[in-house]
């Protein structure tokens, strides 16, 4: 495959410029499928593309070539699929060409590996998912390269303590670093957790509910930031064969601090 790109510009003084940007891709795909002694034991999965990149960018102030190898793949591995505990293992990368108004054109690209594990508890089903995200921007020209690495983790458990009750709790952590070839290294850390409760009540069909939530974030880094948030939704319903009325009742409190670095 193949892309051109050709700019000029004519400011109201001075003199226009010219500048033309294109590149060329050669890529050969595959995909395939299969396990190990048994589907329930290792279960893989793969699709994958190779190839060759060249990029060019004239301009009447510069000239620059970049050439590449492209690597593209989603790889996947799933261990115990029908067993209490299944654990999934994937890794993928994926590259895009951003085109952008003024300057040469970006090639980005995002790399992720990560591990699902899930634990099917018939009184708390959980799930956690841990994985680590890079992304690269690359130009011919060096303007906008930068490189991100993110770090997450998510953990979520449901419980229901009884017909009429439901809990669920969420929490994520996350880090992140950027570097820039131009500009400043950024970097931050947070943690956020979310414990919810429902609760209906009274007869059928006018049931009536409480939902209560508490929620936790902290941010550290060159800006950090902690907020706690409480939340109470009462909801009370009365039918009758002329009219349906309802009762809601909304409280919450919250407290944040803001600290700039």
């Known amino acids: 495959g193949g892309r051109m790109e050709k ?105 992720t590996t990560g591990a699902r594990w899930e634990l099917r508890s018939k009184a708390v089903p959980t799930r956690f998912h841990l994985y680590r995200t890079k992304y690269v921007n690359d130009s011919s020209t060096g303007v906008g390269d930068f490189t991100l690495l993110r770090d997450v983790l998510e953990w979520h458990s449901e419980s229901r303590p009884t017909r009429s009750q439901e809990l669920l709790w969420d929490y994520r952590y996350q880090s992140v670093r950027q570097s820039a070839k131009q500009g400043q290294d950024t970097t931050f850390k947070s943690h956020e957790g979310i414990l919810s409760h429902a609760l209906s009540f009274g007869q059928k069909p006018d049931r009536h509910s409480l939902n209560s939530s508490l929620s936790y974030f902290s941010q550290s880094g060159q800006s950090s930031l902690r907020r706690l948030h409480w939340n109470e939704i009462l909801r009370l319903r009365n039918r009758s064969e002329e009219h349906t009325s309802e009762l809601q009742s909304h409280s919450f409190i919250s407290y944040a601090v803001l600290c700039l670095k």
Do not use: W
């Not at 890529?27 to 299969?34: P, Q, T």
């Not at 000239?63 to 690597?71: A, P, Q």
């Open 7 to 111: 700019d000029t510009t004519k400011p109201s003084t001075g003199s226009k410029t010219r500048s033309r940007d294109s590149g060329f891709r050669e890529v050969l795909g595959l995909s395939a499928g299969g396990y190990i002694i048994h589907p329930n034991l290792v279960d893989l999965n793969f699709a994958g593309a190779v190839g060759l990149t060249q990029g060019f960018f004239r301009s009447d102030q510069q000239n620059s070539r970049s050439d590449g190898f492209l690597t593209e793949y989603d790889v996947s591995g799933l261990f115990l699929r029908k067993e209490f505990a299944p654990l999934t293992l994937y890794g993928r990368q994926s590259t895009e060409v951003i085109t952008r108004d003024f300057g040469s054109s970006l090639d980005s690209t995002t790399t």
